[in-house]
């Protein structure tokens, strides 16, 4: 699965490591990305990657608490 948000469609973005003397390496800014119960319209509950910003904006449905199970 690839780490990328299925709201916004953020994913990593590439830059420098900047050492003390200025030398300069390749490394990777990965997204804070949570797995979240969402809700779907058609009543369905389902787990998808949100980064957190789509989560604290109210991008997502969340479901109310979970039925005991006990039969």
Sequence with gaps: MARKCENC???PQTGNLVSHSNIKTKRRFNPNLQS???QDPDGSVR???LCTRCIRSGA????GP???RQE
């Design 60 to 63: 997502v449905v969340k479901p």
């Design 47 to 49: 787990r998808i990657l």
């Design 36 to 38: 979240v119960r969402h």
């Design 9 to 11: 469609g953020k994913t």
């Design 66 to 68: 979970r039925k005991n």
